[in-house]
């Protein structure tokens, strides 16, 4: 079992940053691939980034190239998502979630361990 607890959320106006963390605890950190989904009101859940265990491969979806960053310091026991030029589409509330695979990181049905996500909200 692992537990994941986002943080950083808030609201923000667009152009800024915010930066998410999702602290894991339970079974080593290291053992999971990690992902950043979100979901805005009346929308399904999207992929937003992905990291491989070691941090060495990170994926992302079209809408956020360029713009957010995945990262993660398995000392720590932390994944990050730096999310910079933010838009009002990208309001959302984040979740991270943590799986044992790697077959792909875009598909939410891959990861076993969801957080209770966290709200960003980002004004025009």
């Known amino acids: 079992q692992v537990q994941l607890v986002e943080s950083g959320g808030g609201l923000v106006q667009a152009g800024g940053s915010l930066r998410l963390s999702c602290a894991a605890s339970g079974r080593s950190f290291s053992s999971f691939v990690m992902g950043w989904f979100r979901q805005a009101p009346g929308k399904e859940r999207e992929f937003v980034a992905g990291i491989s265990w070691s941090g060495g491969n990170t994926y992302y979806a079209d809408s956020v190239k360029g713009r957010f960053t995945v990262s993660r310091d398995n000392d720590k026991n932390t994944v990050y998502l730096q999310m910079n030029s933010l838009k009002p589409e990208d309001t959302a509330v984040y979740y991270c979630?943590?799986?044992?695979?790697?077959?792909?990181?875009?598909?939410?049905?891959?990861?076993?361990?969801w957080g209770q996500g966290t709200q960003v909200t980002v004004s025009s």
């Open positions: 979630a943590a799986s044992w695979e790697s077959r792909n990181y875009y598909d939410g049905r891959m990861y076993a361990y």
